[in-house]
């Protein structure tokens, strides 16, 4: 059975049935807004490798290619980086959650974190019978904050009445969209495990709740 839990959460994380209906959503779905400041400073790297910048890459001399001429290494990292800093921001946010996930760890296994532009959801899988939660954390620049703070606006949300263990889930919970259920406090209790998470990251920024409903 695991194998179909994995195959109909791969759909319904995309679908979220329901979604779908403001009034049905206000049964179980929570939100949270935190605000991050990052620490930004530029250090000397052990060994002599040069310095970090503000977003964490590696700053090289440059070095004399053939004929004389300054050829820099960051040319090429430059090309292949065309993400914007509030993306890296994402990435980083990104790859923390991923660190946090499985077995005796903060976040449940076969939890998935992508990231589009700038949001990072998170899917899990809750219950024995393995209902799908979703949590999208929305990152943005925040002016009120120097030196790179930003605003996260997570929202947890249940996507569908039956489980993933029960075979057709996706397609029964589209035609199911209607209905509305509570979720028992579970997307409040992933928010809050995911919180610990991103706020016990002391070395990388400095981050408070603002607002929880």
């Not at 959460?9 to 209906?21: D, E, G, K, L, M």
């Not at 590696?58 to 070095?63: A, D, E, L, T, V």
């Amino acid at each position: 059975m695991g194998a179909l839990v994995d195959k109909q959460a791969s759909v319904q994380r995309y679908i979220r049935p329901a979604t779908w209906v403001s009034y049905c959503k206000s049964f179980h779905d929570w939100s949270l807004v935190w605000h991050f400041e990052t620490k930004i400073q530029k250090k000397k790297v052990i060994g002599g490798a040069g310095l970090i910048g503000k977003n964490g890459t590696q700053i090289r001399p440059s070095r004399s290619g053939a004929g004389g001429r300054r050829v820099s290494s960051r040319g090429k990292a430059k090309k292949s980086s065309k993400l914007t800093s509030t993306e890296r921001y994402c990435e980083s946010i990104k790859n923390i959650i991923e660190q946090a996930i499985g077995k005796d760890k903060d976040l449940p296994e076969k939890s998935v974190v992508t990231r589009e532009r700038n949001v990072v959801t998170v899917s899990m899988l809750t219950g024995s019978a393995r209902w799908l939660n979703v949590i999208d954390l929305t990152v943005e620049k925040n002016p009120s904050l120097e030196q790179g703070g930003y605003i996260v606006k997570a929202k947890a949300s249940s996507t569908g009445i039956l489980p993933m263990y029960v075979p057709l889930a996706p397609v029964l919970n589209t035609a199911l969209f209607w209905a509305p259920f509570p979720d028992n406090g579970s997307n409040k209790e992933n928010l809050l495990k995911l919180e610990k998470v991103l706020l016990q990251k002391r070395d990388q920024w400095k981050a408070r709740r603002v607002d929880l409903a």
